[in-house]
């Protein structure tokens, strides 16, 4: 297959959901319970397509690095606003995530949307989101990444606002809408920095502008907030600290939605973009993007140890492993923090969708007790779901193992490669806290998962409805057990100790920095002299606008295995035992703490909770981060409303009726005027109008013939003058 | 007087005399068919000036359309074909007005196509001037023609609507 | 005397006195149809005439069968509104049609 092929087969991937939504948005009258089937068809061709386009890029190409096309969309003067397609390993392992995962979404919806009225609606949505998402996979420049940005925005919007009839669902659509708008602002600005300096808005051009010295306004400064005011979208759009309240929130959209959305794609966008941005973050960039990481997987791991809810401890264990991937990127590890967006993508997936098994389950059977009144999602009512679906149990089960980091399975390869990777940073930099926040969230995770699996699963069903539940049909489980599958290590590598002998880490290599050095850690240099040189090469075969293989260069390091390339690399590398070692102690207390708390009772948590009460009520109630930004943002909001309407009342208003005043008595004045001297003046004309007026209408007979008569007298006339 | 001649007097009187029929015959039902050899004559001028093509389209467009449009606008205000218009008619005065008018006219128009000295050129004699009217209709006045399409068509639905009989 | 640009143009010049003769003298609205049409008539002889003789050429036929649309437009619509008038009305008399006077 050839690059052209490949990148018309990635046109296609794109257009074919935007085609589905197209169709079924359309025809929702027609299709009725059928939209479902067209989406999910649609959906599976473009996996298809995926599937071969993705392999064929990862085999064939796979050192090929970006391989793009450009077309110019319009110019202002000189400067010309490019949109391209471009397809990088990167992006073609992400293709498989997004279309994979809406495909098993679009298939378990056909089941848990059954008989909502708006049912081929929310597969038009479907095909919406997963258009917009891959529009940023493949964008290869950040204009087109901020378009489809905002449309994943708004089709995040539509779905999480499904059921609007829900005051919830509309609060947390807009909350969701809006937080995210304050991140988007600062990519905004971001990108308009880059595009004044350089005019140009692709990737590979502007890295190679900055690799060859060239910095926004001659100022590391400025190169530094140019990568964190766009980290900013990706605050917003993957719910780091402080922009993550809107996230658990979007629980109320469907279950599928938040699988679909707020586990595995729309939220992984924001570290795809940090990812992308990675080349041009400075020290200090990376610094502030490692702390927001850190901060992220921290709280939310303390938060989600104490909720009930079954999807609010899912949402708060999504922000802390979003907060890991962040953490990852700002710390250097880039590899692995973007396979644990790919591992925690397929087994955040299998668990949102276990917990829309059970809640389908628990509904199903409420609906059959006629009890409308219990709360599904509460994990205080479940228990003993483990013998009544074992499957949905299996599934859980071991998406829990990974997303705790038991060895064998993927999330483990990928959260101690980070791990590894925190604490080769803390020993090169000195930030310390940095590992202290991913082992601590790493144990929290554990113990939050497994106090979730066991209260659910495990032990006596604690309401009859939990008794009476029963597994659902294949296309629920399907997924689901395909997700779980996908969660074991023997896909990333074949060592499962090791995930630095796998593929992924052959194919998914850190992109070398492009920040001169006195702007960027002496460890993330390259040791090697010939960066320059390589990143030139790289800038200038860019500018074609053919489909081309650029950046080669990458693929010549890539076959290096363990010749570390940055001193950095190789310190992780070093860690990477230590690292290991300490993540499985943690992880393993973090269970044993699970299940002597839960499972037998050996410590009593209600006790516990009492004793460290002020620890439990803040976590409880999520850091009062909510009820921090009533009190500051919302109230300072409504308060300055409350003093401008104030002042609008009483000043500008006293202001206008004083001139409003003067004006009434000017105009009496006027009006005077007006009545006896200008009507006089109308009157007289009007007069004189209507006199002449009458004198000449005795000439307008409206007969035809005696105008044609008087022309032809007229025209006698004037010949007996002339002549 | 040579054929050509013989013509020209012919049509010239079959014009002017069945002109005259036009404007002076109280029955509308004779002025419609004098007015049919008024055009027959005209194209017989038009065929003189070698004028092929308009000929033919007077013949058409005049006798073929016009008038048959003309004949029918008759009938259909008249509550029994052929009962004299009550024209209540030509009143004394404005006949004489319309006479005297009329006079002047065509005694000013002859004394002035007698005495003007015309600048002259004859056309080239052709076999047929539809090529020529053809190409320039198809480039020079192209824009005109289409115009002229619209206008027609504009024209003959603005009738019909306006021809509608009210539905009360 | 041969027969010349002169001859002609003195053809149409009678008719166009004929034709406004008819238009002044007549009250029905048909009638004054007729005389439009004869005096449309006059002019274009006059146009082809000019071809002719005058150096015109092709550009007088062409202003000729513009002549021509313009006329069947104008019977067109003209007839209609008379019918329109004869509805109303019952009958057509040009100078009683005068409402729009008062």
Not at chain 1, 162 to 182: C, L
Not at chain 2, 154 to 163: E, N, R, T
Not at chain 3, 78 to 88: F, K, M, P, R, S
Request: glycine residues 8%; proline residues 2%.
């Amino acid at each position: 297959m050839k690059p052209e092929t490949l990148l018309l087969l990635s046109m296609i991937i794109i257009l074919m959901p935007l085609l589905s939504f197209t169709v079924i948005i359309f025809s929702q009258k027609r299709l009725g319970q059928a939209g479902g089937v067209v989406g999910s068809i649609f959906q599976g061709l473009t996996l298809l397509l995926t599937i071969v386009v993705s392999f064929t890029k990862l085999t064939t190409y796979a050192d090929a690095g970006m391989i793009q096309q450009t077309i110019e969309w319009f110019s202002i003067g000189n400067k010309s606003i490019q949109l391209g397609l471009g397809i990088d390993n990167l992006a073609a392992i992400m293709l498989v995530v997004v279309n994979l995962i809406s495909f098993l979404v679009h298939l378990f919806s056909t089941v848990y949307m059954h008989g909502d009225k708006r049912y081929p609606r929310f597969f038009a949505y479907l095909g919406l989101f997963t258009f917009s998402m891959l529009g940023i996979v493949l964008a290869n420049n950040f204009l087109n990444m901020y378009i489809f940005w905002e449309l994943v925005g708004i089709s995040s919007y539509l779905l999480i606002g499904f059921w609007y009839e829900k005051d919830s669902a509309a609060d947390a659509n807009k909350k969701a809408f809006i937080t995210n708008r304050v991140g988007d602002f600062g990519f905004l600005i971001g990108i308009l920095i880059l595009f004044v300096n350089y005019g140009t808005l692709m990737f590979d051009q502007v890295y190679a502008q900055i690799a060859a010295g060239n910095i926004p306004y001659g100022s590391g400064a400025w190169l530094s907030a140019a990568g964190i005011l766009i980290f900013l979208g990706a605050i917003g759009k993957s719910a780091q600290f402080p922009l993550h309240v809107w996230l658990p929130d979007a629980m109320e959209g469907p279950t599928p939605v938040s699988a679909l959305i707020h586990a595995a794609t729309m939220v992984a966008a924001g570290v795809y973009l940090t990812a992308r941005i990675f080349p041009m973050l400075t020290a200090d960039a990376m610094i502030f993007v490692a702390y927001v990481g850190g901060i992220t997987a921290f709280l939310a791991a303390t938060i989600a140890i104490t909720q009930t809810d079954f999807k609010k401890v899912l949402a708060y264990s999504t922000v802390s492993q979003l907060g890991y991937m962040v953490l990852a990127i700002g710390v250097g590890a880039y590899t692995s923090g973007f396979m644990h967006l790919v591992t925690h993508a397929w087994f955040k997936a299998c668990l949102f969708l276990a917990s829309g098994s059970v809640i389908h389950a628990m509904h199903e059977s409420m609906h059959h007790a006629h009890n409308h009144d219990m709360d599904p999602q509460d994990i205080r009512n479940m228990g003993g779901l483990r013998k009544t679906m074992p499957l949905t149990y299996t599934a859980f089960l071991i998406a829990t193992l990974a997303i705790s980091g038991v060895p064998l399975t993927s999330g483990f390869m990928s959260k101690d490669g980070i791990l590894a990777g925190t604490l080769a940073f803390a020993e090169l930099s000195g930030h310390w806290l940095l590992p202290l926040a991913g082992f601590g969230a790493a144990g929290m995770t554990a113990f939050y998962m497994f106090r979730l699996a066991i209260n659910a699963f495990h032990g006596e069903a604690k309401t009859d409805i939990a008794k009476h539940t029963k597994e659902n049909n294949w296309r629920i489980v399907g997924p689901l057990l395909l997700l779980a599958t996908l969660s074991i290590s023997v896909f990333y590598a074949w060592n499962p100790f090791n995930a630095g002998d796998g593929w992924f880490h052959d194919r998914v290599k850190a992109p070398r920095t492009v920040v001169p050095a006195e702007f960027q850690f002496d460890f993330m240099m390259p040791l090697e002299a010939e960066h320059g040189e390589a990143v030139m090469a790289h800038g200038e075969e860019a500018h074609s606008e053919h489909a081309e293989v650029a950046d080669a260069h990458q693929g010549e390091e890539a076959h290096g295995g363990h010749h570390a390339a940055t001193k950095f690399e190789e310190q992780m590398h070093h860690a990477h035992y230590p690292a290991m070692i300490a993540s499985l102690l943690i992880a393993g207390g973090g269970i044993l703490f699970g299940f002597a708390f839960y499972q037998f009772k050996v410590f009593n948590a209600d006790n516990l909770a009492n004793l460290i009460k002020p620890a439990y009520k803040l976590s409880y109630n999520k850091w009062y981060i909510d009820e921090v930004y009533q009190a500051s943002v919302i109230d300072g909001t409504i308060n300055l409303g409350r003093v401008l309407s104030w002042f609008d009342l009483k000043v500008v208003d006293g202001v206008v009726h004083a001139a409003a005043w003067i004006i009434n008595k000017a105009s009496l004045a006027v009006s005077f005027f007006d009545k006896y001297v200008v009507d006089g003046m109308v009157n007289l004309s009007a007069t004189a109008t209507g006199f002449f007026g009458a004198m000449f209408r005795k000439v307008q007979t409206g007969k035809v013939q005696a105008y044609l008569a008087f022309t032809i007298i007229a025209f006698m006339i004037i010949l007996f003058i002339v002549f | 007087m040579g054929l050509f001649e013989l013509a020209f007097y012919s049509f010239a009187a079959i014009i002017l005399i069945s002109a005259l029929g036009v404007v002076l015959s109280r029955k509308m039902m004779y002025s419609a068919f004098s007015l049919l050899f008024t055009f027959f004559g005209v194209a017989g001028m038009y065929v003189l000036l070698n004028a092929d093509f308009i000929a033919v389209t007077q013949l058409m467009v005049y006798v073929g359309g016009i008038l048959v449009l003309i004949i029918f606008g008759v009938m259909l205000t008249q509550k029994i074909t052929g009962v004299d218009i009550k024209d209540g008619s030509v009143g004394k005065l404005s006949f004489a007005v319309g006479g005297i008018m009329s006079a002047f006219i065509a005694v000013f128009f002859t004394m002035m196509y007698m005495n003007v000295d015309w600048f002259l050129k004859d056309a080239p004699i052709t076999d047929s001037t539809i090529t020529q009217i053809g190409k320039s209709l198809l480039t020079e006045y192209l824009l005109a023609f289409e115009v002229a399409a619209v206008l027609l068509l504009v024209a003959f639905i603005g009738a019909a609507l306006i021809a509608r009989r009210e539905s009360n | 005397m041969g027969i010349g640009l002169e001859h002609f143009l003195i053809v149409s010049g009678l008719l166009f006195a004929l034709g406004i003769f008819g238009i002044i003298t007549r009250k029905n609205a048909i009638m004054v149809l007729m005389g439009l049409e004869l005096i449309l008539n006059s002019a274009n002889l006059n146009f082809i005439a000019f071809a002719r003789y005058g150096g015109l050429n092709i550009e007088g036929h062409i202003a000729a069968i513009f002549v021509i649309i313009l006329a069947a437009a104008e019977v067109a619509v003209a007839l209609a509104i008379v019918l329109n008038i004869y509805q109303n009305y019952k009958h057509i008399n040009v100078d009683e049609i005068n409402k729009l006077k008062e």
